[in-house]
């Protein structure tokens, strides 16, 4: 039988519509959403490639809610994917990280989807090369074409959708649509994600962790103590963990949801409800390391079972291998201190 796999490619399209065409009241809608996503991916990844030569990384001399610089890669990715998704028909309501108020798409346009999205994850690394990344969450309303906050501001459990693009050495786009976890990588010459990466599980336990030691002169009890646990394991049969943090949360995850071990931001006396938002950063990664087998917390509760009180409101995580986040858990039961 000849090998046919070069001509037998399954994009991104493919695979979802495969997925899609499982559940009966499938109507399309969903993977018309996924291509305005894909092709925003594509856009924000030809500008990172090219930023340094087009001085895309300079200031933009603006600053966003998060009162942090906005470089102009961050105006671009946004405006991108604000436009795509407009132009789909397939979204009603729209939260970026880069805008103070939910985008309420106008009527004409407005579809029966909410996508909650940072344009352009850990983009004060873009100078210095680091990978960077695109994170998205998808919501289906209830009520369509009735469209309110509310419909966004509830559990993570009420997403339908949720992935990551990351910009490095490939471009790879991660996604679950609620059954698994597939990776894609961009073939520039087709302008097409190519499956990679079927079904990714994450490995039960790792000894990996993924913070920023610098806050813990902050942390709570709990978090101190766990992290002392796998630093100077009290068994002398267990060994120490890696550490391994970038500061850039797509990269960080990838990491964590490929290799396994545990990634963490978590509340402290600085930041008392840390520092991810919980509607374009935790849920979506959430969702993912939960589909690929893995746990997502907040220390106290699950990820997903929170209610965000606004938009941009932030939580605690601690997310990775089942083993190692049941673990936190634990030390959380046991200290119960969250600052
Ligand atoms: P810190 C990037 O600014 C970001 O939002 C995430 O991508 C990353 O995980 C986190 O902040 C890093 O924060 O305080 O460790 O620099």
Redesign the pocket.
Known sequence: MADHTKTNIITLTRHVLTEQYQHKDATGDLTLLLTAIQLGCKFVESCVRKAALVYLTGLANQTNIQGEDVKKLDVLANEMFVNALRNSGKVSIMVSEEIDNAIFVEEGLQGKYCVTFDPL??S?NIDAGVNVGTIFGIYKLDNFPSAELKDVLCPGTEMVAAGYCMYGSSCNMVLTTGSGVNGYTLDTSLGEFILTHPNIRIPSRAKIYSV?EGNALYWDDACKHYFDSVKFPKDPARKPYSARYI????A?IHRTLLYGGIFA?PADKKSKDG??RILY?CFPMAMIIEQAGGRATTGKVRMLEVVPSDIHARSPIFLGSSEDVLEVEEYYRKYDSLI
């Open positions: 994850d850990g004060s920023n500061g850039s949360m797509v960080d931001y520092k991810l950063e």
